[in-house]
């Protein structure tokens, strides 16, 4: 295997290891149809690196497998993480946008899935209000404040910018 390839693996894995540890360690907020979901800061990833990707969604899917999802939360959850990602590579060189995709992705998806794989009573547009906020609040702020934080240091920690 060619170093190149063992470190995009590397990345990967450790962005899903923390993705996972960030949803678990605030699991009271990080499920249900009011959510804070810190670990969706990391979705901001993909603005510095495509390896960010694959570990966004395996993190994502590991979370709500351990979580203890229901199989449509699994799939679907993982999937709009996965969109949101790719969508932040996709806008990597408009800064302000790259956090967008996201928080639109898991507003639109995340709340059919509270809907009718969980039972949940509430409204969709109130499932909509209520995880997007949560999206506006971990990707937008803190995402933001981890890309700022970032940035300085892009090339060290993920190469040449192509």
Same mark, same amino acid.
């Given at each position: 295997? /060619?170093? /190149?390839?063992?470190?995009?693996?590397?990345?990967?894995?450790?962005?899903?290891?923390?993705?996972?540890?960030?949803?678990?360690?605030?699991?009271?907020?990080?499920?249900?149809?009011?959510?804070?979901?810190?670990?969706?800061?990391?979705?901001?990833?993909?603005?510095?690196?495509?390896?960010?990707?694959?570990?966004?969604f395996v993190g994502c899917l590991l979370s709500n497998l351990m979580g203890g999802a229901v199989?449509?939360?699994?799939?679907?959850?993982?999937?709009?993480?996965?969109?949101?990602?790719?969508? %932040?590579?996709?806008?990597?060189?408009?800064?302000?946008?790259?956090?967008?995709?996201?928080?639109?992705?898991?507003?639109?998806?995340?709340?059919?899935?509270?809907?009718?794989?969980y039972g949940e009573a509430s409204l969709i547009p109130y499932l909509m209000l209520t995880?997007?906020?949560?999206?506006?609040?971990?990707?937008?702020?803190?995402?933001?404040?981890?890309?700022?934080?970032?940035?300085?240091?892009?090339? %060290?920690?993920?190469?040449?910018?192509?």
């Amino acid at each position: 295997m /060619k170093k /190149k390839n063992v470190l995009s693996l590397v990345y990967s894995a450790a962005i899903a290891a923390v993705y996972v540890v960030l949803t678990m360690l605030f699991a009271p907020v990080s499920f249900g149809p009011i959510q804070f979901r810190l670990s969706e800061a990391l979705t901001i990833l993909p603005f510095f690196t495509p390896t960010a990707i694959p570990g966004l969604f395996v993190g994502c899917l590991l979370s709500n497998l351990m979580g203890g999802a229901v199989i449509w939360d699994v799939i679907f959850g993982s999937l709009a993480t996965l969109l949101g990602a790719v969508g %932040t590579y996709l806008l990597r060189r408009h800064r302000h946008l790259a956090c967008l995709p996201p928080i639109i992705s898991n507003t639109l998806i995340i709340p059919w899935v509270l809907r009718y794989a969980y039972g949940e009573a509430s409204l969709i547009p109130y499932l909509m209000l209520t995880v997007g906020i949560g999206e506006i609040l971990a990707v937008g702020m803190v995402g933001n404040i981890l890309l700022t934080a970032l940035l300085p240091y892009r090339e %060290t920690l993920f190469g040449k910018v192509k």
